[in-house]
């Protein structure tokens, strides 16, 4: 295993300099929230009890009018860090993506090595630890969602595996320019999200305005692109964090010379919420 891989950005903090111009690209608003990678300084890293030699960006958070069914991190680990004791919310289910470094992940009592490209899915209830292990911090993302069960469906199982082993599914009729790695079939009802990643080759595009239930956060690996985030494009690179409403409308050119790729959270697979908080009706 490697400790680095070149396709993937991680923000390393620091600060800009006194010099720099301090307006950047940085966009709030209802429908969409537009977060550049210039932002993820250490000005804004926060830290996590159970967790030593740690820092993140937290960059989604259910709140009104933002994310309302995830959280996503962008953790930094250093060597010899991690937790026992990752999340004492039981019912949160967690997806984890490393981009650099080590790490041993265990889940139930069955240790994984963790290294660029690992992707691990740890269901709710599971019991699991991390210990970064390299010469250098282990960087991952971690997003995390309380599990919705289904009557008659069972929980989906844990699962680790790493995206080099798992070919793109191009898009029909794109010449292989538009395509999504998918760790877990769309059909497959356990689950009640998906995280993946998608590929655009240099010229592709999302060739329709997309305007659906689903809510998106998307976190930039590599490449350039212009996305359509409801009424704007929005010039975006690697390292820059977008968040979409259920029903902003996106579209995307891949417009740089090289692929351009992001790390996509979306929820599915369960009905409408009816009653509770992200609904109207009361709870029963």
């Not at 390393?12 to 210039?38: D, E, H, W």
């Not at 996590?48 to 937290?58: A, N, S, V």
Request: aromatic share 14%.
């Amino acid at each position: 295993m490697t400790d680095t891989h070149p396709g993937y950005f991680a923000p390393t903090g620091g600060l800009p300099p006194q010099t720099a111009l301090m307006t950047q690209r940085a966009v709030f608003t209802s429908a969409y929230a537009f977060i550049p990678k210039g932002c993820f300084s250490d000005i804004v890293i926060s830290y996590l009890p159970g967790w030593r030699g740690t820092r993140l960006w937290l960059i989604a958070r259910p709140m009104s009018g933002f994310a309302e069914t995830f959280s996503q991190y962008v953790m930094e680990v250093q060597p010899g860090g991690g937790s026992d004791a990752p999340d004492p919310e039981t019912g949160a289910e967690h997806w984890l993506f490393f981009t650099e470094g080590l790490a041993t992940l265990t889940i139930d009592g069955t240790g994984h090595e963790m290294d660029a490209g690992s992707y691990a899915y740890i269901p709710a209830g599971a019991d699991w630890t991390l210990l970064a292990e390299g010469n250098t911090p282990a960087r991952f993302h971690w997003l995390r969602k309380l599990y919705e069960p289904a009557p008659g469906v069972e929980p989906p199982q844990a699962f680790v595996t790493n995206e080099r082993d798992i070919p793109v599914r191009w898009m029909p009729d794109t010449q292989e320019r538009w395509g999504t790695t998918r760790f877990v079939e769309p059909d497959d009802v356990r689950h009640d999200a998906h995280v993946n990643i998608v590929t655009f080759q240099p010229g592709g595009v999302i060739p329709f305005e997309e305007t659906h239930v689903m809510e998106h956060g998307l976190y930039v690996l590599e490449g350039k692109a212009v996305y359509k985030l409801n009424q704007d494009w929005v010039e975006v690179e690697a390292g820059d964090f977008m968040w979409l409403r259920a029903y902003c409308p996106q579209a995307c050119y891949a417009a740089g010379p090289t692929r351009f790729r992001y790390l996509l959270y979306k929820d599915v697979n369960r009905h409408a919420k009816l009653r509770g908080p992200g609904a109207f009706g009361p709870l029963r």
